[in-house]
């Protein structure tokens, strides 16, 4: 099993440093077309709009994964490592409730997306664009839920 995640993970990486490649390159590329000869690429805006909020998605998916998203913890240094259990235990818990929530509602956006029928750029429907934030948002909850389950066995089992 954890050769399976630790290949999703570099699937992971990959996909998030080809994305970020692929935003730096189109973009040079549209300032050079602009700059250089008066022309551009249409479609490139749209494309690179759409390739940050997946760019964006991925990277918290990749920071979910070990527990590494913005957090403001100066509270924490002064509790006592029981105690401190106990909040993280319900910062994850929190946490995996909001991302549900978050994967219930992008999901339901994409659907009524997918029903509208826009197109964002070429013959690429609006919704497949946005389908990477109900993914991300799965995976992320998937990720914290898991983060709550090991916590909460730590908390109840005894100390060797």
């Given amino acids: 099993m954890s050769r399976v995640i630790s290949i999703l993970h570099k699937i992971e990486d990959a996909l998030l440093v080809s994305l970020l490649l692929l935003i730096i390159g189109l973009v040079v590329f549209q300032i050079v077309l602009r700059n250089g000869f008066d022309t551009g690429i249409v479609w490139a805006d749209p494309l690179v709009r759409v390739l940050v909020l997946w760019l964006g998605l991925i990277g918290a998916m990749v920071a979910s994964r070990t527990d590494n998203h913005i957090s403001i913890d100066i509270v924490s240094k ?9 909040t993280d235990l319900f910062i994850y818990l929190f946490t995996t409730i909001i991302c549900a929530l978050m994967t219930q509602h992008s999901a339901r956006f994409v659907l009524m997306e997918k029903a509208d029928g826009m197109l964002a ?8 664009c946005e389908l990477v934030i109900p993914v991300a948002f799965g995976i992320i909850t998937i990720r914290y839920a898991l983060f709550f389950l090991g916590n909460l066995i730590k908390i109840f089992t005894p100390d060797p």
């Avoid at 509790?79 to 259990?85: H, N, Y």
């Avoid at 750029?121 to 497949?128: D, Q, R």
């Fill in 78 to 86: 002064y509790l006592t490592t029981g105690f401190k259990r106990f």
């Fill in 121 to 128: 750029f070429f013959s690429v429907p609006v919704w497949l």
